[in-house]
């Protein structure tokens, strides 16, 4: 088949896929079904309007619902051709739509803390993109100012993929959705970016060397709190002036930089003091506002010290993190001092506790890590097919696996890699399950190599189990939700390749018991906590795909998710408070209609439901609770009762309900046979930044 590349459309609405939501999200959990929604009904915001396409009323309740449009506003209807075709198309002014919205909040494990990460409310994400169409040539613009940024916007993505064999054996045709969609519905972001996706390749890059060689010091310096600090006036004066925004507060609101701050504090409940964190929109913002520090700072030094950059110094900013290169201690002094200076003009300051100096060799320690971990798991995970002489001439000779692991030698030797070098397990975990994966993927192909004896199956198995084994320890040490991502797509594709190759039951018990053993560990280790949530989720989500005979007792479920017996009733309680959407809906998806967990389910429909009475209020303007209504009246593990009395808190009678329920089948939750974990592991794969 030809190679050819094919192009993307529905340009307006494409950023709702790609930078919308944080990375950390569950896999069960994407904007997917509310991208079709959006798309087949051209669902756009545009001169100031809201518009969807329908030839009658049967999608109002949905968009009354979806952008909170007042009571009593009239819908106005009126025919447009598109592509050649008469469409009725509805619209209601955007000021009749409640755009400032309670962003969905949770948290993920970081440094000591923890951090938490944003899912902005349904309409607040059409607004964006439709920021996004109108001003991506703006956006570019202003982030192209700077001299320093090593990750900035440089244009709009213009294909997603290329139409080949590879593509076609990638597709799995069972999914019942179009191949095209469902390669294109993971692109990485709506931009291209220049010039390192991720900080350490530019440790690696030719410019890291050639500043080396110039140089001979380095010292790394953060900005601390970064989006947590900024102060979304902060956008307006970078671009417009600090003066010229106070004075002339009205005309800057009809501005680039006055709209974008405007968004900012709409999806965050109107807050000015910081801003969401993990979609992809929010560290453009940042970028645009640090693109002016990059430029004031390289101004000042010129002007006030006669520092010349690239002369008597160089610096890289990947995203709030600074790289400064120079030879004098004097100079970093003078940096240091001014960058301080206009970061404080910002609102924002250093963080003191995570400045790093470095002499020549200017090499990390996590580059000098990252050397010998390489090393040492190709050393040791070294998968091959080896050719066994035959004693007959005529007989072909036969091909064997040949992979020996030493898991305890491995663990050990790994321990002291990290120890010498002085990192953490955290610092270079990523980078080790990235080698781990590639390993395993050359045992697959080592295998498939082979003749496939009961010998080779018997070393295909022992090798999991090997490489399993050291997987789950250095995992242990750093449970991050990206960590997290890494083991599954490993146990996934680990699982997938046993079941495609028709291995022995025995043989594939032994990699699924362990597996099953060591999440349940995890998961009583780990109870559900503030820190904890999501990385748990994955970890349960994943040991769902390994068959009936692995499901966790119900004691476990009940641990982990702080449910308690009441000993007067022995009903199901939970003392702590509500479960998030995150945890109800991957429960739900684990349990689905298991009759061993009947009684679990019946608390959980139970508990969703007075979750929903309790954030009443707030309905339809909190992220959460609408996002938890348009899952749960679609889910197909839920009776109707219980999606009845959902309706009737968001003031939806059965005719208002059926209306919405029909309106689309998969929001943002897939559930049953539309979700597909290796592609949603696989999918992630794009989606890295850090």
């Given at each position: 088949?030809?190679?050819?590349?094919?192009?993307?459309?529905?340009?307006k609405?494409?950023?709702?896929?790609?930078?919308?939501?944080?990375?950390e999200v569950?896999p069960?959990?994407?904007?997917?079904?509310y991208?079709?929604f959006l798309?087949?009904n051209?669902?756009?915001?545009?001169?100031?309007?809201?518009?969807w396409?329908?030839?009658t009323?049967a999608?109002?309740?949905?968009?009354?619902?979806?952008?909170?449009?007042?009571?009593?506003?009239?819908?106005?209807?009126d025919v447009?051709?598109?592509?050649?075709?008469?469409r009725?198309?509805?619209?209601?002014?955007?000021r009749?739509?409640?755009m400032?919205?309670i962003?969905?909040?949770?948290?993920?494990?970081?440094n000591?803390?923890g951090?938490?990460?944003?899912?902005?409310h349904?309409r607040?994400?059409?607004?964006?993109?439709?920021?996004?169409?109108t001003?991506?040539?703006?956006?570019?613009?202003?982030?192209?100012?700077?001299e320093?940024?090593?990750?900035?916007?440089?244009?709009?993505?213009?294909y997603?993929?290329?139409k080949?064999?590879?593509?076609?054996e990638?597709?799995?045709?069972?999914?019942?959705?179009?191949?095209?969609?469902?390669?294109?519905?993971?692109?990485?972001?709506y931009?291209?970016?220049?010039k390192?996706?991720?900080?350490?390749?530019?440790f690696?890059?030719?410019?890291?060397?050639?500043?080396?060689?110039?140089?001979?010091?380095?010292?790394q310096i953060?900005v601390?709190k970064?989006?947590?600090?900024?102060?979304t006036?902060?956008?307006?004066?970078?671009i417009?002036?600090?003066?010229?925004?106070?004075?002339g507060?009205?005309?800057?609101?009809?501005?680039?930089?006055?709209?974008?701050?405007?968004?900012?504090?709409?999806?965050?409940?109107?807050?000015?003091?910081?801003i969401?964190i993990?979609?992809?929109?929010?560290?453009?913002f940042?970028?645009?506002?640090?693109?002016?520090?990059?430029?004031?700072?390289?101004?000042?030094?010129?002007?006030?010290?006669?520092?010349?950059?690239?002369?008597?110094?160089?610096i890289?900013?990947?995203?709030?993190?600074f790289f400064?290169?120079?030879?004098?201690?004097?100079?970093?002094?003078k940096?240091?001092?001014?960058?301080?200076?206009?970061l404080?003009?910002?609102?924002?300051?250093?963080?003191?506790?995570?400045i790093?100096?470095?002499?020549?060799?200017?090499?990390?320690?996590i580059?000098?890590?990252?050397?010998?971990?390489?090393?040492?798991?190709?050393e040791?995970i070294d998968?091959?097919?080896?050719?066994e002489?035959?004693?007959?001439p005529?007989?072909p000779?036969?091909?064997?696996?040949?992979?020996?692991?030493n898991?305890?030698?491995?663990?050990?030797?790994?321990?002291?890699?990290?120890?010498e070098s002085n990192?953490?397990?955290?610092d270079?975990?990523?980078?080790?399950?990235?080698?781990?994966?590639s390993?395993?993927?050359?045992?697959?192909?080592?295998?498939?190599?082979?003749?496939?004896?009961?010998?080779?199956r018997?070393?295909?198995?022992?090798?999991?189990?090997?490489?399993?084994?050291?997987?789950?320890?250095?995992?242990?040490?750093?449970?991050?939700?990206?960590?997290?991502i890494r083991?599954?797509?490993?146990?996934?594709?680990?699982?997938?390749?046993?079941?495609?190759?028709?291995?022995?039951?025995?043989?594939?018990?032994?990699?699924?018991?362990?597996?099953?053993?060591?999440?349940?560990?995890?998961l009583?280790?780990?109870?559900?906590?503030?820190?904890?949530?999501?990385?748990?989720?994955?970890?349960?989500?994943?040991l769902?795909?390994?068959?009936?005979?692995?499901?966790?007792?119900?004691s476990?479920?009940?641990?982990?998710?702080?449910?308690?017996?009441?000993?007067?009733?022995?009903?199901?309680?939970?003392?702590v408070?509500?479960?998030?959407?995150?945890?109800?809906t991957?429960?739900?998806?684990?349990?689905?209609?298991?009759v061993?967990?009947?009684?679990?389910?019946?608390?959980?429909?139970t508990?969703?439901?007075?979750?929903?009475?309790?954030?009443?209020?707030?309905c339809?303007?909190?992220?959460e609770?609408?996002?938890?209504?348009?899952?749960?009246?679609?889910?197909?593990y839920?009776?109707?009762?219980?999606?009845?009395?959902?309706?009737?808190?968001?003031?939806?009678?059965?005719?208002?309900l059926a209306?919405?329920q029909s309106?689309n089948?998969?929001?943002?939750?897939?559930?049953g046979?539309?979700f597909?974990?290796?592609k949603e592991?696989?999918?992630?794969?794009?989606?890295?930044?850090?």
């Amino acid at each position: 088949m030809a190679k050819r590349r094919v192009s993307l459309t529905h340009r307006k609405q494409r950023s709702v896929l790609t930078d919308m939501l944080p990375f950390e999200v569950p896999p069960t959990f994407s904007n997917r079904g509310y991208y079709r929604f959006l798309r087949n009904n051209g669902v756009e915001i545009e001169k100031g309007k809201l518009h969807w396409n329908c030839e009658t009323s049967a999608l109002d309740e949905t968009m009354r619902l979806l952008f909170g449009i007042k009571s009593g506003t009239p819908i106005s209807t009126d025919v447009v051709i598109e592509w050649g075709k008469k469409r009725e198309r509805r619209s209601v002014p955007l000021r009749r739509c409640e755009m400032a919205t309670i962003p969905f909040n949770f948290r993920v494990a970081h440094n000591l803390d923890g951090r938490t990460l944003s899912v902005v409310h349904p309409r607040n994400q059409v607004e964006v993109a439709s920021f996004y169409a109108t001003h991506s040539a703006l956006i570019i613009y202003h982030t192209s100012a700077s001299e320093f940024s090593i990750r900035r916007p440089v244009s709009v993505s213009r294909y997603v993929y290329f139409k080949d064999r590879l593509h076609d054996e990638r597709m799995d045709a069972a999914t019942g959705v179009e191949e095209e969609d469902r390669e294109y519905e993971q692109i990485g972001s709506y931009f291209v970016y220049r010039k390192y996706r991720n900080i350490h390749r530019f440790f690696e890059s030719h410019e890291y060397h050639r500043s080396e060689k110039k140089y001979d010091a380095l010292v790394q310096i953060d900005v601390n709190k970064c989006f947590d600090s900024i102060y979304t006036h902060s956008l307006p004066w970078a671009i417009l002036g600090k003066d010229q925004t106070k004075f002339g507060l009205e005309e800057s609101k009809n501005t680039f930089a006055g709209r974008f701050d405007a968004l900012m504090q709409n999806l965050n409940h109107k807050e000015t003091n910081g801003i969401v964190i993990g979609p992809e929109f929010s560290r453009i913002f940042a970028e645009i506002i640090l693109q002016s520090v990059d430029a004031e700072l390289l101004q000042k030094l010129a002007d006030r010290d006669n520092l010349i950059h690239k002369v008597d110094y160089e610096i890289f900013r990947y995203v709030d993190d600074f790289f400064v290169f120079y030879n004098m201690e004097t100079t970093q002094l003078k940096i240091f001092e001014t960058l301080q200076e206009i970061l404080k003009s910002k609102k924002l300051s250093i963080n003191t506790a995570k400045i790093k100096h470095y002499q020549k060799p200017i090499i990390t320690e996590i580059t000098i890590a990252k050397e010998r971990i390489s090393s040492l798991l190709n050393e040791e995970i070294d998968p091959v097919c080896e050719e066994e002489a035959s004693t007959a001439p005529p007989t072909p000779p036969k091909q064997h696996l040949v992979c020996v692991i030493n898991a305890n030698r491995l663990i050990v030797r790994y321990k002291s890699a990290l120890k010498e070098s002085n990192v953490t397990y955290g610092d270079l975990l990523n980078y080790t399950f990235a080698i781990v994966e590639s390993r395993i993927e050359k045992l697959f192909k080592a295998y498939i190599s082979s003749d496939k004896s009961d010998r080779d199956r018997k070393r295909l198995s022992n090798a999991l189990l090997a490489i399993m084994e050291f997987a789950f320890f250095a995992y242990s040490a750093s449970p991050k939700i990206n960590h997290t991502i890494r083991l599954c797509r490993m146990i996934t594709i680990s699982v997938n390749f046993l079941h495609a190759q028709v291995m022995p039951y025995e043989l594939k018990h032994l990699l699924f018991k362990y597996v099953h053993d060591n999440v349940m560990q995890q998961l009583e280790k780990t109870t559900m906590s503030i820190h904890r949530e999501v990385e748990s989720l994955y970890l349960l989500i994943c040991l769902s795909q390994i068959g009936r005979e692995y499901w966790l007792p119900e004691s476990v479920l009940l641990r982990h998710f702080l449910i308690k017996t009441e000993a007067s009733t022995g009903e199901y309680v939970r003392p702590v408070g509500f479960m998030s959407h995150f945890s109800i809906t991957i429960l739900l998806s684990y349990i689905k209609g298991k009759v061993r967990y009947t009684k679990l389910k019946t608390f959980v429909e139970t508990h969703l439901v007075a979750k929903t009475e309790y954030m009443k209020a707030h309905c339809p303007d909190d992220a959460e609770t609408l996002i938890m209504l348009l899952d749960l009246i679609v889910c197909p593990y839920i009776t109707a009762e219980t999606k009845e009395e959902i309706g009737k808190i968001f003031g939806l009678d059965t005719v208002s309900l059926a209306s919405v329920q029909s309106s689309n089948d998969q929001w943002f939750t897939a559930w049953g046979d539309k979700f597909n974990l290796g592609k949603e592991l696989d999918a992630k794969r794009s989606r890295e930044v850090y």
